[in-house]
């Protein structure tokens, strides 16, 4: 055969396109991608029988066939259109995983988004009087019984709610914080770049590993002067992920309440995680949102998406007058969050209205507390599942919560450690990982592990199958 006659038998794209496998995946994709794939693909052919050697033409007929050409545009159109943003199987052991994206919805928040999402909805309207009316008051009522806060407030995220309330409390002002407070919370939110960027200036008192009371009582300035600006605020930040150990001392919140009222300067409290219950009965020595409004602090802000197991946002708390002050600055309009998020933090904080619900329906809080029983029990269910020569144990390991949240806490969790003769630990790892539902396993000390604390139930048969079709496959 020449180049001439192999060009020849190049089947043209519409010929192609009449195949009923093509007519389906224009049916799934829509005709232009599918096209502009067929194109490409046929352009490479030609290209690569022009350059090729005499002697490789007849063994590349094959390549030119109907059905082969068909099974490349399917892959490379598969690729193509898969979703960047895909579900995956966190078998970290990490429960808030940032780069998995936090906290999972309880499935009352998914039916809400899924409801919500669906059509139209009263975001802005107020049903029973036909008016207008204000995002701002779907969750206010509920965050505030849930928590004895008078008002509230939601934003983006904890950095968005930190810049609105510094911007509206402290802009052009002192704002008083402990150097042993000034975080760094992943990424690019460090507390004094948002203080900067609000327009409030931060007053750093005390020493790293100790700041006294009296610390905060010296920086305080009562009012402005043509040197120095007087003080907004005192303000607390949680260390959340970190801890100060050895010789050190914090102001606690009451202390800092005391001075607040003498001083009459409002106290700013960032709390970082949102834990909205007692949970020191399962080891979980945090603070919560209810106390810390008991306590008297007059701004308390959160993650909606840390120990609160909702959708990302920032939730404000406090005294009305100030938080009134937020929902009017020109940020707030910025800063907003849409009906999506609010559906999904409705239906999570109505959980809370009953403890034991919010730690069965929530999955952030079911997987926290879940029993070492119940985890061993995921785990023979998947020993039981896998007949494919992989080699599994049951593994004790320290699971940590993550997401920034209780840096020193490690929960006792069981893992499988799966092995086998064929694959290196390093090739398990990523056969998982390129999985059609992707399994993010973790490594540690030389062994593949799977914690399942942090896979569901409904992902059980999931991973059995992927860890069969890896089973048979070799290296
Ligand atoms: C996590 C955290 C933040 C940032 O919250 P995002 O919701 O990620 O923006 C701010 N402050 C503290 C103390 C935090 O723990």
Known sequence: MNTQDLLRKIPSVDSILMEPGFLELMEQYGSMPVKSILQQLLESKRSQILAAEPDTLDAMQDSITSTNIFNDVKISLTNKMQANLRPVINATGTVLHTNLGRAPLAMSALDAI????????SLEYKIKEGKRGSRHDLVENLLTEITGAEAAMVVNNNAAATMIVLASIGSGHEIIVSRGELVEIGGSFRIPEIMEESGAILREVGATNKTKLRDYKR???KSDTDKHPSTAALM??????????GFTEETSLQELRDLSLDTNLPLIYDMGNGLMIDMSEYGIQEPDVPSAIRTGADVVLFSGDKLLGGPQAGIILGR???IDKMKTHPLARALRVDKLTFAALEATLRLYLDKDKAINEIPVLHMITESLDVQNDKASRLIAGVNSGLSMQIVETKDQIGGGTTPMLRLDGISLS???????IASLERKLRLNSVPIIAHINEDRLLLSMRTIADSEIDIVIEALNQIGKTNE
Request: proline letters at 0%.
């Open 219 to 221: 920086a305080i300035v």
């Open 320 to 322: 009305k007058d100030l």
């Open 236 to 245: 607390k930040v949680h260390k959340s992920n970190y801890d100060i150990v």
């Open 114 to 121: 899924d409801g919500i999402g669906r059509g139209y909805s």
């Open 418 to 424: 799966v092995s086998s003769d064929k694959h290196s």
